[in-house]
């Protein structure tokens, strides 16, 4: 059976390619000084660029947190995929970074509901876009 992906789909994920490549780019570059390599945000483990997911420190992908940059960063495969993401140590190091309160709201900020228009989802996938050819010049 063929399945049909509606445009709104396509949108989201044109979206996240952008925003992905994005910050996997953001990472790699404040990590190693390179677009090669990325310092994963919760092993510490160096690893090649297709090694490196955009991870997010909250689980879900919802809308509300999908496209947030400060809670997604350069995570390896072996962590986001593999090791469930690793939420514990994720959030440990972003509670450091951050305080409690900043995890907290990020956390009520997943409960939200978000609705991403066709339009929304175009400037979205434009901004990243963007980004990411600025840091890769």
């Known amino acids: ?9 396509g ?17 790699s570059m404040a990590t190693t ?13 160096v ?7 955009a991870g997010h420190m909250i689980g879900g992908r919802k809308n509300g947190i999908l496209f947030d940059e400060t809670i997604t960063h350069g995570q390896c ?12 140590a994720y959030k440990r190091i972003m509670i450091e ?5 900043w995890y ?3 956390e009520r900020q997943k409960r939200e509901v978000v609705e991403l228009t066709d339009e929304a989802l175009v400037l979205i996938s434009k901004l990243y876009l ?4 600025e840091l890769t010049k």
Do not use: H
């Open 11 to 27: 949108k989201k994920a044109t979206a996240w390619k952008n925003f992905s490549a994005y910050i996997r780019a953001r990472d």
């Open 77 to 88: 495969i072996a962590c986001n995929r593999e090791g469930g993401g690793q939420y514990e």
């Open 130 to 133: 963007q980004k990411y050819k």
């Open 104 to 106: 907290e709201g990020k």
């Open 97 to 101: 970074r951050n305080g409690l309160d």
């Open 33 to 45: 000084g390179t677009l090669e390599y990325c310092k994963c945000i919760t092993c510490g483990q």
């Open 1 to 9: 059976m063929r399945r049909v992906r509606n445009a709104a789909t």
């Open 47 to 53: 690893k090649p660029i297709d090694q490196i997911d």
